[in-house]
Nanobody, 119 residues
Framework: QVQLVESGGGLVQAGGSLRLSCAAS????????MGWYRQAPGKQRELVAG???????NYADSVKGRFTISRDNAKRTVYLQMNSLKPEDTAVYYC?????????????WGQGTQVTVSS
């Protein structure tokens, strides 16, 4: 059974930093695109940053220059380094990965981790 487990959320003051991690576990053949999404109260879930298996990245305009996504393929882990945090970054952050097993290929989601930025 494939699982994505996130860690690293919390409460931080504006201007501070947090690093999120998301590790995949289970019988996995391949991990393709990975990414981080977020959902604030009353808003739709939105893509924050994505990274391909080859390391190409893309970011939402609102986080460019402040957030950095990276991955460690050997550890099956994706990271999101968040700097210069703003109150508007407050949301539940979800990890997403396109994973192939012996029987199935599809998108998996983590349980979400709360990030709260105080002003």
């Amino acid at each position: 059974q494939v699982q994505l487990v996130e860690s690293g959320g919390g409460l931080v003051q504006a201007g501070g930093s947090l690093r999120l991690s998301c590790a995949a576990s289970g019988i996995i053949v391949s991990i393709n695109d990975m990414g981080w999404y977020r959902q604030a109260p009353g808003k739709q879930r939105e893509l924050v940053a994505g990274i391909t298996s080859g390391g190409s990245t893309n970011y939402a305009d609102s986080v460019k220059g402040r957030f950095t996504i990276s991955r460690d393929n050997a550890k099956r882990t994706v990271y999101l380094q968040m700097n210069s945090l703003k109150p508007e970054d407050t949301a539940v952050y979800y990890c997403n990965a396109n994973i192939g097993t012996f029987r199935y290929r599809g998108d998996y989601w983590g349980q979400g981790t709360q990030v709260t930025v105080s002003s």
